[in-house]
């Protein structure tokens, strides 16, 4: 947490005299406290967390990279800091604050004779320094993904006629917090039949039916860090369409996977999946981003999507999800998380993909 710090205070601009941090996410990242409120100041030299009577015990004993204070008015406390600290200038987290929480902070910034810069520096700065996963990061992202696999490995089990999309994610949601994960990544998605064409529907009380296919996409957290992986089922034999499909997936995403490395384009990893999919004739039938950045939150940069030329450096956790969805049929979509080297990709998922016909 020192080290992130640090790194903060090196890329501040010339003009800004601290930063003001105010979302959740990033006071977590930055501190490694969890509160629903609070407010990081981060000037060239030091660091305070501003938190209230409900997390000011808490906060003393866990943040040990800056300065806790209680606040008490906001109106006189940040005032009473700006002044104290000789604060003139100070960058705002452009998308955390609303538009009257701007004015409320500009109102407290002119009683200190202060003034708040309103771009979205801090927000890149803040993105490009989290794109980068620590080691600890990346072990707390493992063990999210070993929790979610338990459950996996274990809900599969209950597959059988009759047994509904809701059950099937309740169970697995159960599995996970039992076995110590904080919750899940986001609301569980299990869909079977022809709503597996809905890349993100929303399990109900469907049932499973022989020859059906089965769409997980799942994920645990732990300490806050996220896990995600889709995996497709089959229950009893598929028929000769489905297994096309299937295959087209899964071709289609270990084409991806080759792709991944330091130096190659998020559109160079999209292309090598969409084209596959294309050309073997399901062109229209893959309509979201092969892919994202994971960590604290589950949707990071960057987005693997056909557009976006932002090239891939070792060290970043992505996904790589390609699919087919045909309306009113069935749908496939196969998902790993993978760490990004050198050399390649580090695949943070061990299940196996090959058809499972249960």
């Known amino acids: 947490m020192h080290t992130r710090l640090a790194t903060l205070r090196s890329f501040l601009p010339q003009e800004a005299d601290a930063a003001l941090i105010i979302s959740e996410t990033n006071r977590r990242y930055l501190t490694g406290f969890i509160s629903s409120l609070g407010y990081l100041f981060v000037s060239r030299e030091k660091a305070v967390l501003l938190v209230d009577s409900r997390y000011e015990e808490a906060a003393r004993a866990q943040v040990d990279n800056c300065e806790v ?192 490395k330091d130096g190659v384009s998020c559109r160079q990893v999209d292309r090598a999946a969409r084209s596959y999919i294309d050309e073997a004739g399901y062109q229209g039938c893959f309509g979201h981003s092969t892919g994202h950045g994971v960590g604290l939150e589950i949707h990071e940069s960057p987005s693997v999507a056909p557009n976006n030329d932002f090239i891939l450096h070792s060290g970043m956790v992505i996904t790589i999800e390609p699919g087919i969805y045909v309306p009113g049929q069935c749908g496939v979509r196969i998902e790993d998380m993978v760490l990004v080297t050198k050399e390649g990709c580090l695949n943070l998922v061990n299940l196996p993909k090959e058809l499972i016909e249960l």
């Open 69 to 260: 204070r209680l606040f008490h008015d906001l109106s006189q406390d940040i005032p009473a800091l700006l002044r104290e600290w000789h604060l003139k200038s100070i960058l705002l987290e452009g998308s955390a604050f609303t538009l009257n929480e701007t004015a409320r902070i500009e109102g407290f910034f002119r009683t200190a004779d202060a003034s708040a810069i309103k771009t979205t520096e801090l927000d890149k700065i803040l993105n490009r320094m989290r794109l980068f996963k620590s080691n600890d990061e990346i072990n707390k992202m493992m063990y999210a993904q070993h929790l979610t696999e338990e459950a996996f490995n274990e809900t599969i089990k209950l597959i059988k006629e009759g047994v509904s999309e809701k059950d099937l994610a309740l169970d697995l949601e159960f599995r996970m917090r039992q076995a110590g994960a904080d919750g899940v990544s986001f609301d569980l998605i299990v869909l079977t039949g022809a709503k597996t064409s809905m890349p993100h529907g929303v399990p109900g009380q469907e049932t499973v039916h022989h020859g059906d296919f089965i769409l997980f996409d799942i994920g645990a957290t732990f300490k806050g860090y996220h896990s995600d992986m889709t995996r497709t089922v089959a229950f009893g034999k598929v028929n000769q369409t489905q297994r096309r499909i299937y295959q087209t997936v899964l071709q289609a995403q270990k084409n991806a996977l080759a792709m991944v």
